[in-house]
Protein backbone atom coordinates (compact mmCIF):
# COMPACT_ATOMS: atom_id res chain seq x y z
CA UNK A 1 0.00 0.00 0.00
CA UNK A 2 3.09 2.24 0.41
CA UNK A 3 3.48 3.70 -3.03
CA UNK A 4 7.85 4.26 -2.64
CA UNK A 5 9.41 2.19 0.42
CA UNK A 6 11.76 4.93 0.87
CA UNK A 7 8.59 6.58 2.61
CA UNK A 8 8.47 4.30 5.63
CA UNK A 9 10.05 6.69 7.73
CA UNK A 10 7.47 9.09 6.85
CA UNK A 11 5.10 6.76 7.08
CA UNK A 12 6.35 5.41 10.33
CA UNK A 13 6.33 9.36 12.05
CA UNK A 14 3.02 9.62 11.02
CA UNK A 15 1.78 6.33 12.59
CA UNK A 16 3.52 7.65 15.73
CA UNK A 17 1.61 10.89 15.79
CA UNK A 18 -1.63 8.60 14.90
CA UNK A 19 -1.06 6.13 17.90
CA UNK A 20 -0.67 8.49 20.65
CA UNK A 21 -1.71 12.26 20.58
CA UNK A 22 -5.47 11.94 19.66
CA UNK A 23 -5.60 9.52 22.90
CA UNK A 24 -3.33 12.09 24.59
CA UNK A 25 -5.56 14.88 23.76
CA UNK A 26 -9.13 13.01 24.86
CA UNK A 27 -7.04 12.38 28.44
CA UNK A 28 -6.86 16.30 28.51
CA UNK A 29 -10.34 16.90 27.58
CA UNK A 30 -11.31 14.06 29.89
CA UNK A 31 -9.53 15.35 33.06
CA UNK A 32 -10.11 17.87 34.99
CA UNK A 33 -9.33 20.92 33.86
CA UNK A 34 -5.59 21.72 33.83
CA UNK A 35 -3.33 24.39 32.89
CA UNK A 36 -0.45 22.25 33.99
CA UNK A 37 -1.63 19.52 32.24
CA UNK A 38 -2.24 21.00 29.30
CA UNK A 39 0.31 22.80 29.35
CA UNK A 40 2.51 19.02 29.92
CA UNK A 41 0.83 18.31 26.85
CA UNK A 42 1.35 21.08 24.67
CA UNK A 43 4.96 20.18 25.31
CA UNK A 44 5.60 16.88 25.04
CA UNK A 45 3.75 16.98 21.53
CA UNK A 46 5.67 19.66 19.92
CA UNK A 47 8.99 18.24 21.80
CA UNK A 48 8.13 14.99 20.20
CA UNK A 49 6.72 15.67 16.89
CA UNK A 50 6.25 18.77 15.40
CA UNK A 51 9.17 19.25 13.20
CA UNK A 52 8.63 15.65 11.64
CA UNK A 53 5.27 15.74 11.52
CA UNK A 54 5.31 19.60 9.64
CA UNK A 55 8.28 17.91 7.43
CA UNK A 56 6.12 14.66 6.40
CA UNK A 57 2.96 16.69 5.54
CA UNK A 58 4.86 19.08 3.57
CA UNK A 59 6.39 15.84 1.18
CA UNK A 60 3.39 14.31 1.67
CA UNK A 61 1.50 17.13 -0.48
CA UNK A 62 4.30 16.35 -3.10
CA UNK A 63 4.36 13.01 -3.26
CA UNK A 64 1.16 10.94 -1.06
CA UNK A 65 2.83 8.66 0.91
CA UNK A 66 0.03 6.06 -0.11
CA UNK A 67 -1.48 4.76 -3.30
CA UNK A 68 -4.18 6.29 -4.27
CA UNK A 69 -5.98 4.02 -6.71
CA UNK A 70 -8.38 2.83 -3.94
CA UNK A 71 -10.35 3.77 -1.20
CA UNK A 72 -8.13 2.66 1.68
CA UNK A 73 -4.96 4.56 0.01
CA UNK A 74 -7.17 7.75 -0.56
CA UNK A 75 -8.37 7.96 3.34
CA UNK A 76 -4.66 7.25 4.40
CA UNK A 77 -3.21 9.69 2.00
CA UNK A 78 -5.92 12.43 4.32
CA UNK A 79 -5.08 11.50 7.61
CA UNK A 80 -2.12 14.05 8.11
CA UNK A 81 -4.08 16.45 6.89
CA UNK A 82 -7.80 16.17 7.96
CA UNK A 83 -7.21 13.74 11.03
CA UNK A 84 -4.49 15.40 12.74
CA UNK A 85 -3.22 18.70 11.31
CA UNK A 86 -5.26 20.36 13.69
CA UNK A 87 -3.83 18.98 16.59
CA UNK A 88 -0.59 21.22 15.09
CA UNK A 89 -2.47 24.32 14.38
CA UNK A 90 -3.48 23.42 10.51
CA UNK A 91 -7.52 24.04 9.86
CA UNK A 92 -8.60 20.14 8.40
CA UNK A 93 -7.80 19.34 5.22
CA UNK A 94 -6.10 22.73 4.33
CA UNK A 95 -2.08 21.89 4.53
CA UNK A 96 -2.00 20.91 0.43
CA UNK A 97 -4.15 23.57 -0.81
CA UNK A 98 -2.57 26.41 1.51
CA UNK A 99 1.05 24.63 0.75
CA UNK A 100 0.38 25.08 -3.15
CA UNK A 101 -0.95 28.14 -3.15
CA UNK A 102 1.00 29.83 -0.68
CA UNK A 103 4.82 28.42 -1.69
CA UNK A 104 4.10 27.33 -5.40
CA UNK A 105 1.32 28.96 -6.80
CA UNK A 106 3.74 31.50 -7.60
CA UNK A 107 6.99 30.16 -8.00
CA UNK A 108 7.80 30.32 -11.53
CA UNK A 109 9.37 26.52 -11.77
CA UNK A 110 6.81 25.48 -10.28
CA UNK A 111 4.99 22.89 -12.69
CA UNK A 112 1.77 23.57 -10.93
CA UNK A 113 2.00 27.13 -10.86
CA UNK A 114 2.29 27.77 -14.79
CA UNK A 115 5.06 30.65 -13.34
CA UNK A 116 2.16 33.12 -12.47
CA UNK A 117 4.26 34.98 -10.38
CA UNK A 118 5.36 34.88 -6.88
CA UNK A 119 3.36 32.63 -4.04
CA UNK A 120 1.37 34.21 -1.48
CA UNK A 121 4.82 32.96 1.17
CA UNK A 122 6.71 35.26 -0.41
CA UNK A 123 9.02 37.20 1.68
CA UNK A 124 10.56 38.97 -1.60
CA UNK A 125 8.60 42.43 -0.59
CA UNK A 126 9.33 43.12 2.89
CA UNK A 127 12.47 44.08 4.85
CA UNK A 128 13.42 40.90 5.88
CA UNK A 129 16.26 41.79 8.30
CA UNK A 130 12.93 43.51 10.72
CA UNK A 131 11.56 41.49 13.68
CA UNK A 132 8.28 43.80 12.85
CA UNK A 133 8.12 42.89 9.11
CA UNK A 134 8.31 39.25 10.56
CA UNK A 135 4.95 40.23 12.81
CA UNK A 136 3.42 41.26 9.43
CA UNK A 137 4.13 38.29 7.69
CA UNK A 138 3.31 35.96 10.45
CA UNK A 139 -0.53 37.69 10.85
CA UNK A 140 -0.70 36.73 7.34
CA UNK A 141 0.66 33.76 7.03
CA UNK A 142 -1.19 32.76 10.42
CA UNK A 143 -5.08 34.28 9.75
CA UNK A 144 -5.21 36.45 6.92
CA UNK A 145 -4.11 33.35 4.37
CA UNK A 146 -7.28 31.70 4.66
CA UNK A 147 -9.57 34.54 3.24
CA UNK A 148 -6.49 34.83 0.57
CA UNK A 149 -7.21 31.64 0.14
CA UNK A 150 -11.04 31.54 -0.37
CA UNK A 151 -10.89 34.96 -2.44
CA UNK A 152 -8.29 33.46 -4.73
CA UNK A 153 -10.14 30.04 -5.24
CA UNK A 154 -13.42 32.50 -5.82
CA UNK A 155 -11.35 34.51 -8.53
CA UNK A 156 -10.22 31.52 -10.36
CA UNK A 157 -13.54 29.83 -10.47
CA UNK A 158 -12.33 26.92 -8.66
CA UNK A 159 -15.43 26.66 -6.50
CA UNK A 160 -14.32 22.82 -5.38
CA UNK A 161 -11.06 24.72 -3.51
CA UNK A 162 -13.30 27.24 -1.96
CA UNK A 163 -15.50 24.69 -0.35
CA UNK A 164 -13.07 22.52 0.95
CA UNK A 165 -11.63 25.68 2.52
CA UNK A 166 -14.93 26.60 4.12
CA UNK A 167 -15.52 23.04 5.26
CA UNK A 168 -12.12 22.62 6.21
CA UNK A 169 -12.01 26.12 8.79
CA UNK A 170 -15.91 25.06 9.60
CA UNK A 171 -14.99 21.47 10.53
CA UNK A 172 -12.01 22.63 12.67
CA UNK A 173 -14.11 25.20 14.44
CA UNK A 174 -16.74 22.10 15.27
CA UNK A 175 -14.12 20.47 16.82
CA UNK A 176 -12.96 23.23 18.72
CA UNK A 177 -15.91 24.03 20.26
CA UNK A 178 -17.40 20.50 20.48
CA UNK A 179 -14.06 20.00 23.50
CA UNK A 180 -14.43 23.17 24.62
CA UNK A 181 -17.95 22.32 25.90
CA UNK A 182 -16.56 19.43 27.77
CA UNK A 183 -13.36 21.19 28.78
CA UNK A 184 -12.93 24.83 27.77
CA UNK A 185 -9.22 24.46 29.59
CA UNK A 186 -8.00 21.62 27.18
CA UNK A 187 -9.73 22.89 24.24
CA UNK A 188 -7.21 25.79 24.84
CA UNK A 189 -4.41 23.83 24.74
CA UNK A 190 -4.84 21.27 22.51
CA UNK A 191 -6.27 23.58 19.64
CA UNK A 192 -5.70 26.80 20.47
CA UNK A 193 -2.16 26.79 21.81
CA UNK A 194 -1.04 24.73 18.76
CA UNK A 195 -2.79 27.18 16.13
CA UNK A 196 -0.83 30.54 17.59
CA UNK A 197 2.80 28.46 18.33
CA UNK A 198 2.08 26.38 15.16
CA UNK A 199 1.33 29.15 12.69
CA UNK A 200 4.66 31.00 14.34
CA UNK A 201 6.98 28.48 14.44
CA UNK A 202 5.82 27.73 10.63
CA UNK A 203 5.61 31.13 9.42
CA UNK A 204 9.28 32.03 11.24
CA UNK A 205 10.45 28.89 9.91
CA UNK A 206 9.31 29.65 5.73
CA UNK A 207 10.35 33.35 6.67
CA UNK A 208 13.98 31.66 7.37
CA UNK A 209 14.32 29.18 4.61
CA UNK A 210 13.40 32.45 2.22
CA UNK A 211 15.55 35.52 3.67
CA UNK A 212 18.23 35.81 1.51
CA UNK A 213 16.36 36.92 -2.00
CA UNK A 214 18.59 38.85 -4.74
CA UNK A 215 16.68 42.06 -5.96
CA UNK A 216 18.60 41.75 -9.28
CA UNK A 217 17.86 37.71 -9.64
CA UNK A 218 14.88 36.92 -7.37
CA UNK A 219 13.40 34.32 -9.63
CA UNK A 220 16.61 32.31 -9.67
CA UNK A 221 16.37 29.69 -6.79
CA UNK A 222 19.59 29.57 -5.77
CA UNK A 223 19.54 33.19 -5.38
CA UNK A 224 16.07 33.08 -3.54
CA UNK A 225 16.94 30.21 -1.12
CA UNK A 226 19.74 28.63 0.57
CA UNK A 227 21.15 25.15 1.55
CA UNK A 228 21.47 24.47 5.59
CA UNK A 229 23.74 21.18 5.41
CA UNK A 230 25.62 19.39 7.69
CA UNK A 231 23.24 19.40 10.72
CA UNK A 232 21.34 17.04 12.54
CA UNK A 233 18.12 18.15 12.19
CA UNK A 234 18.08 17.43 8.62
CA UNK A 235 18.09 13.61 9.71
CA UNK A 236 14.37 14.58 11.79
CA UNK A 237 13.05 16.96 9.16
CA UNK A 238 13.49 14.30 6.20
CA UNK A 239 16.15 16.55 5.08
CA UNK A 240 14.59 19.83 4.69
CA UNK A 241 18.10 21.83 5.04
CA UNK A 242 18.33 20.88 1.32
CA UNK A 243 15.27 23.56 0.56
CA UNK A 244 17.17 25.15 -2.80
CA UNK A 245 17.48 21.46 -4.03
CA UNK A 246 13.49 21.25 -3.68
CA UNK A 247 13.07 24.52 -5.03
CA UNK A 248 14.82 23.54 -7.60
CA UNK A 249 12.99 19.73 -7.94
CA UNK A 250 10.17 19.98 -6.62
CA UNK A 251 8.91 16.78 -7.14
CA UNK A 252 12.74 15.02 -5.84
CA UNK A 253 12.05 12.50 -3.26
CA UNK A 254 13.20 13.87 -0.19
CA UNK A 255 15.51 10.91 0.26
CA UNK A 256 17.36 12.05 -2.95
CA UNK A 257 17.67 15.50 -2.00
CA UNK A 258 21.73 14.95 -0.45
CA UNK A 259 22.93 13.20 -3.23
CA UNK A 260 21.01 15.83 -5.62
CA UNK A 261 22.57 18.31 -3.80
CA UNK A 262 26.04 17.42 -4.52
CA UNK A 263 25.30 16.73 -8.27
CA UNK A 264 23.92 20.46 -8.69
CA UNK A 265 27.24 21.85 -6.71
CA UNK A 266 28.39 23.49 -9.87
CA UNK A 267 24.75 24.90 -10.69
CA UNK A 268 25.67 26.64 -7.15
CA UNK A 269 29.14 27.72 -7.85
CA UNK A 270 27.36 29.67 -11.14
CA UNK A 271 24.42 30.51 -10.23
CA UNK A 272 26.07 31.77 -7.04
CA UNK A 273 24.23 30.17 -4.61
CA UNK A 274 24.36 29.89 -0.66
CA UNK A 275 25.37 27.21 1.09
CA UNK A 276 25.54 27.21 5.44
CA UNK A 277 27.39 25.15 7.20
CA UNK A 278 25.93 23.58 10.37
CA UNK A 279 23.24 25.18 11.16
CA UNK A 280 19.83 24.85 10.62
CA UNK A 281 16.82 27.29 8.76
CA UNK A 282 15.61 28.91 12.02
CA UNK A 283 19.40 29.42 13.02
CA UNK A 284 19.54 31.62 10.17
CA UNK A 285 16.63 33.22 10.69
CA UNK A 286 17.44 33.94 13.88
CA UNK A 287 20.97 35.45 13.02
CA UNK A 288 19.31 37.61 10.75
CA UNK A 289 17.33 39.10 13.36
CA UNK A 290 19.41 39.65 15.43
CA UNK A 291 22.04 41.10 13.58
CA UNK A 292 24.79 38.50 13.33
CA UNK A 293 25.94 38.21 9.72
CA UNK A 294 29.19 37.74 10.08
CA UNK A 295 28.02 34.56 12.03
CA UNK A 296 26.71 33.12 9.25
CA UNK A 297 29.48 34.69 7.26
CA UNK A 298 31.61 32.03 8.64
CA UNK A 299 29.58 29.41 7.95
CA UNK A 300 28.98 29.81 4.23
CA UNK A 301 30.72 27.40 1.85
CA UNK A 302 32.01 28.00 -1.09
CA UNK A 303 32.03 25.32 -3.41
CA UNK A 304 32.87 27.87 -6.06
CA UNK A 305 31.22 31.11 -6.35
CA UNK A 306 33.11 34.24 -6.50
CA UNK A 307 35.97 34.09 -3.71
CA UNK A 308 35.36 36.78 -1.30
CA UNK A 309 36.14 38.09 2.14
CA UNK A 310 34.18 37.65 5.08
CA UNK A 311 33.17 41.52 4.70
CA UNK A 312 32.13 41.02 1.31
CA UNK A 313 30.34 37.99 1.94
CA UNK A 314 28.40 40.14 5.30
CA UNK A 315 27.89 42.54 2.39
CA UNK A 316 26.59 40.36 -0.06
CA UNK A 317 24.02 38.59 2.27
CA UNK A 318 23.11 42.04 3.43
CA UNK A 319 22.18 42.76 -0.30
CA UNK A 320 19.87 39.81 -0.44
CA UNK A 321 17.99 41.30 2.48
CA UNK A 322 16.87 44.20 0.29
CA UNK A 323 13.32 44.35 -0.81
CA UNK A 324 12.20 43.05 -3.94
CA UNK A 325 9.89 45.32 -6.20
CA UNK A 326 8.11 48.30 -5.71
CA UNK A 327 7.29 47.41 -2.00
CA UNK A 328 10.59 49.03 -0.43
CA UNK A 329 9.19 50.30 3.12
CA UNK A 330 7.77 47.07 3.64
Known amino acids: MVRDARDLPLVYALINVASTVPAMAMTVVMSPPSHALGLAYAVTIYGLYWRRFVTAAHYSSHAPAFRGDGTAGTVLNNVASCALGPFFGMPCGLYAMRHELMHHDGDEGSKASGGRGRGMNSTATYARDGAFAFLRYWVRFGAWCFVELLVGAVKRKAYVD ?65 CAI ?69 RYVNVGQPARTKEEIVAMLRQRLRPVGKNKSA
Open 162 to 226: AMRCVLGLAATYGVYSYAAAMNATAAFWIFVVPYVAGSFAAAFGSWSQQIFVDPDKPQCHYRSSY
Open 230 to 298: NHPNNQLTFNDGYYTVHRVDADAHWSDLPEKFIESLDEFARNDGLIFDGVTRRRVGLAVLCGRLGWLAD
